[in-house]
């Protein structure tokens, strides 16, 4: 649940808004740094509508993860960073929420 909505949220805002304050770089080095780093790896990804790639990287353990926006261009910019990462079992929108 919460990755769906914060995939959403994610996908609802310009790419402009993060381009001034979030650090961006080659896709190929943001991963390299955050492998290299973190141990982290993508775990799940989006196609937004500005035709960008949500990308969420976790460690293997969950301990560490960071979602990215990947562009065609080949750039990424950080999105957001944190600790423990849990997967929750996925729930239809219509049935009921604990």
């Known amino acids: 649940m919460w990755k769906s909505l914060i995939a959403v949220t994610l996908i609802a805002l310009p790419a402009q808004a993060f ?14 740094q955050l492998g290299n780093k973190y141990k982290e790896a993508p775990s799940a990804v989006g196609v937004a509508n500005n035709g960008g790639l949500i990308e969420v990287l976790t460690s293997t353990d969950g301990s560490t993860w ?9 750039k990424s910019c950080l999105l957001a960073a944190g600790e423990e990462w849990h997967d929750v079992e996925h729930v239809a929108a219509d049935e009921p929420q604990i």
């Open 19 to 32: 381009a001034g304050s979030m650090p961006c770089s080659d896709r190929a080095d943001v991963l390299s």
């Open 66 to 74: 960071t979602i990215i926006l990947s562009m065609p261009n080949g």
